[in-house]
């Protein structure tokens, strides 16, 4: 894992949440970066909006903090998935910087770290 992405910070997800919702469903946006690898199939099924209810509506299953600043927020997802959503917040927009599911490594690791905490 790059340095500037390590989660240096734990967040409540409750605190997350609040955060959230304080910036209002119409000041989430996705940046040009977070779906510009996607092809016009996955743009069907994972744009803007999608990504937006899921901040909006779903609780987290983690939350923390990179050493960039960046907000790193993992959710279950269909059939199992976890999907990790990175946000930067702003003074006046909370942005999707870019997202991605968790492949099979990825989530031992996540697990592993779950595990840890308890």
């Known amino acids: 894992m790059?340095?500037?992405h390590r989660?240096?910070?734990k967040?409540?997800?409750s605190a997350f949440l609040n955060c959230v919702k304080d910036?209002?469903?119409e000041n989430i946006e996705a940046n040009a970066h977070a779906l510009f690898r996607l092809s016009q199939k996955q743009?069907?099924?994972f744009n803007e909006e999608t990504l937006k209810k899921v901040l909006w509506e779903e609780k987290p299953l983690d939350?923390?903090?990179e050493t960039n600043g960046n907000y790193n927020v993992?959710?279950?997802y269909k059939n199992g998935k976890k999907l990790r959503i990175i946000t930067n917040l702003s003074t006046k927009k909370l942005y999707i910087v870019t997202f991605y599911f968790l492949n099979k490594e990825q989530e031992i690791l996540f697990e592993n770290g779950k595990r840890k905490k308890s």
Do not use: H, P, Q
Request: proline letters at 0%; zero cysteines; hydrophobic letters at 50%.
């Open 11 to 13: 967040v409540k997800i």
């Open 43 to 45: 743009r069907k099924i």
């Open 23 to 25: 910036y209002g469903f």
């Open 63 to 65: 939350v923390g903090v």
């Open 2 to 4: 790059e340095i500037e």
């Open 74 to 76: 993992v959710y279950e």
């Open 7 to 9: 989660i240096i910070k």
